[in-house]
């Protein structure tokens, strides 16, 4: 089995391409196959903890959570989420911030990466 | 001991999104991705401005002035002074009539040796062509 790095720089609320990256992660892992996935700039938006969930918008929290609790890894760039006010305390249990080196240490290995830019 | 070579090819304009700064800092972050690393793994990345990306080039951008933000055109310098590869594409310099004089080329003030390669589209298709992974800003 491979691994698969995503990386996502696309607001959570405002698109579906999160909504997308998280069903590809769901797919892979089913297969079997390992993935971290790297959110980054507008991205961070979904390790925020405690979004309420409306039909209008993109949520996201409840699918993460479960995709984590069976072996997803998720990173926040961290000097994105706080220049947006998303700070540590208000994280998602589960989701890790690191700077941006993480995500090239991820792709190091990664059998493919897929990169999804921001907006 | 092994390599992994990121290519980042940046094609739309500065400050309207923060897509090229994105691509710049996380081309940057190759100096330090070594503390993710066994000892001798390396990542490089390469750099590509392609398409209204090359207007992320200009030189004597104000950003700090105007916004009170670090310059797209520091971002670059500071690729520069890291020894990384910079590429421009020359068509597309070439549709906006701009000029190598227009753009940034080097960065002596940063202490920088390495300078811009403004290069035919073709020879950036031969530098993603050799890079294990794009990443598309």
Known sequence: MGKLTIGCFASLVGSTNLDFAVKLSAAAMEKGHKVDLWVSGNGTMISIKDQRAFKDYSSLEKPLKELMAKGLNVTACEACAESRGYHADHTLEGVKRFSMDWYLGSAFDADRLLHIGGE | ?137
Do not use: W
């Open chain 2, 1 to 137: 001991m092994a390599t992994t070579k990121l290519g980042f090819v940046v094609q739309r304009p500065g400050y309207k999104s923060e897509n090229p700064k994105l691509a710049l800092t996380h081309a940057i972050a190759s100096q330090s991705v070594e503390i993710y690393l066994k000892d001798g793994d390396i990542v490089t990345a390469d750099i590509a401005f392609i398409g209204d990306g090359v207007l992320n080039c200009l030189k004597d951008q104000k950003a700090v002035e105007n916004y009170d933000l670090n310059s797209t055109e520091s971002h670059i310098k500071m690729s520069l002074l890291l020894d990384l590869n910079v590429l421009i594409c020359r068509e597309d310099l070439d549709r906006f009539g701009l000029t190598e004089s227009d753009i940034v080329i080097d960065a002596p003030e940063f202490g920088a040796d390495m300078e811009v390669k403004v290069v035919p589209y073709a020879e950036i298709t031969k530098m993603m062509e050799d890079q294990d992974h794009l990443l598309f800003f």
